[in-house]
């Protein structure tokens, strides 16, 4: 069952992101033509920063159809990851276009070039509108319960940034208008790429987390013991380990050590009823052991 839910909401995310595809590379085709007219660096590394969105959601396209294959014998938790993997390089590929944007922008602080103000200010205006569209499309909630996938999320930072570079060449572009200041259209593109380092950090930091198994920050580990040793019949907890499968699936495995005359099956029960309600967590697997430590029944549950 949660692996068809898993699907369908995979199936509602594609949807959105095969629209938002459409809409971002007509806007390309503009904007670099654009930016290539009014020779506004601004505008051309927008347009090379809009590329590399169509590069992210024809990612992120593939990364949903690859995590929506089941699981099978060799990967008992499917392809899940591939979702992590996608949103963690798009995440360095933002880092990477920022780095190509600052160096470009120092060489035309150094050697200011004319731009065309007005036709910079009339493209911007057009990419706000439609770069707020494709962030409206792709924020949370895509999957009608609160949640949406990390490549979904990797892709709203694209266009989140997109949306931010449009704002700033219509600053710069109104700078250069009414001041004459060619200096603006590359003190922006150094700002907005400040700004898109800043907003990827937390994408790149929970794909690094993910994918090295890292206590979910949300989880409060010594809370969540003493959730599990107020169960009754539990003594004592060890070994305990929880982890991100995806940023929505998160895993548990421990000891418990538990009395003699505890009944295995309720402890269980009631272990696992505190850990989905209070924790969301449903994967769990605990080895319970008797206090007198001479014999331990592994159970699963």
């Known amino acids: 069952m949660e692996w068809v839910d898993h699907n369908r909401g995979l199936a509602v995310d594609r949807r959105r992101l095969q629209i938002v595809l459409g809409v971002t590379s007509v806007f390309f085709a503009v904007e670099l033509i654009g930016g290539w007219r009014a020779n506004s660096l601004a505008l051309m590394t927008d347009a090379v920063h809009i590329l590399t969105d169509i590069a992210a959601l024809c990612l ?19 392809y899940l990851r591939a979702e992590i993997l996608g949103a963690l390089l798009n995440g360095l590929f933002l880092w990477a276009i920022v780095i190509f944007v600052w160096i470009e922008a120092v060489e035309r602080i150094r050697h200011p070039p004319a731009v065309h103000a007005a036709l910079m200010m009339a493209i911007a205006c057009v990419g706000i509108a439609i770069n707020a569209f494709s962030a409206w499309m792709t924020a949370g909630g895509n999957r009608g319960d609160g949640k949406s996938g990390l490549a979904v999320r990797a892709v709203f930072i694209h266009v989140l940034s997109d949306l931010l570079g449009s704002a700033g060449v219509l600053v710069a572009g ?68 929880v982890w991100c499968i995806t940023p929505h699936e998160l895993a548990l495995s421990a000891h418990a050590v538990i009395m003699r005359d505890a009944d295995n099956d309720r402890v269980l029960c009631d272990m696992a009823d ?22 331990s029944e592994p159970e699963h549950f």
């Open 174 to 241: 109104a700078i250069v208008y009414s001041t004459g200041s060619r200096i603006a259209d590359p003190a922006v593109s150094i700002l907005i790429g400040g700004l898109i380092v800043y907003g990827s950090w937390g994408l790149v930091r929970d794909g690094v987390d993910i994918l090295m198994e890292s206590v979910p920050a949300h989880i409060d580990l010594e809370e969540l013991r003493r959730d599990l040793l107020a169960v009754n019949g539990a003594e004592e907890v060890h070994d305990l380990h």
């Open 60 to 78: 992120a396209l593939f990364t949903l159809w690859i995590s929506g294959r089941p699981a099978s014998a060799a990967k008992t938790y499917g």
């Open 274 to 295: 505190v850990l989905e309600r209070k924790f969301s967590i449903r994967h769990m697997t605990v080895q319970l052991e008797r206090d007198n430590r001479r014999e």
